[in-house]
């Protein structure tokens, strides 16, 4: 599969809990975004790396943290774990920072 | 800040009816605005944007300066239509392009 791709999809863990969601982009993409899907909140941006770089930053939790590597993967770190924080993390990649955006297939977090 | 609305969670129509879901914005500069659509169990994608002035699968949107409307029209409705439908916006002089979204509306037509 050349496109983005999300690993776990599924993931269910306990309040207080760390986990760690992985995303790969697109070949040839180096921007990453990634987002947040809530039945509360709707779809909502987190934050973005080019390049391995943080660009731009939306309505990230201070638990929640991301990082791009060098081969360009990016990880979701999510912290001290809520019952609110269960929803689909979506990723998106593009080309470059304002190209667009194609998305995975999410990973659902289950927090119980 | 940008915002986007889409003042309808729920739409159902019947096949051949026409069909519009809503969109309007706020935002002080000039916006880019798209339209994605999640089928079930796959993944978002785009569906059109409005500088490409293009119909995809029927569905064509207009970019309303005045109203700040940007909503998707299809002129006969499909069962396979039946989806999420989000509206997005990326503020314009960015190179940043984050994409600020609506609510979503769950288009479901019957046969």
């Known amino acids: 599969d050349s496109g983005v791709t999300q690993t776990p999809k599924h993931l269910i863990t306990a309040t207080g809990q760390r986990v760690t969601l992985r995303c790969s982009p697109r070949?040839?993409?180096?921007?990453v975004y990634w987002y947040q899907q809530s039945l509360d909140q709707g779809l909502q941006f987190l934050i973005q790396?080019?390049?391995?770089?943080?660009?731009a930053k939306g309505n990230i939790l201070e638990r929640f943290s991301a990082q791009q590597f060098p081969d360009l993967h990016s990880e979701l770190n999510l912290s001290s774990l809520e019952l609110g924080d269960s929803a689909l993390y979506f990723c998106?990649?593009?080309?470059?920072?304002?190209?667009?955006?194609?998305f995975g297939p999410g990973t659902r977090l289950t927090v119980l | 800040a940008q915002r986007v609305t889409q003042p309808e969670k729920l739409l159902s129509v019947f096949k051949g009816a026409p069909v519009e879901l809503k969109c309007n914005y706020s935002?002080?500069?000039?916006?880019?605005l798209f339209w994605y659509v999640q089928y079930s169990r796959q993944r978002l994608q785009l569906l059109l944007r409005h500088i490409s002035r293009e119909s995809i699968k029927g569905f064509t949107a207009d970019l309303n300066k005045g109203e700040t409307s940007f909503h998707l029209k299809k002129p006969f409705a499909q069962e396979e239509d039946s989806a999420m439908y989000y509206c997005a916006l990326k503020a314009g002089g960015t190179s940043y392009g984050k994409l600020t979204f609506g609510q979503g509306t769950i288009l479901t037509v019957h046969p």
């Open positions: 998106a990649s593009s080309v470059v920072p304002g190209g667009q955006q194609f």
């Open positions: 070949s040839g993409d180096l921007s």
């Open positions: 790396y080019y390049n391995g770089e943080e660009r």
């Open positions: 935002y002080s500069g000039s916006p880019e």
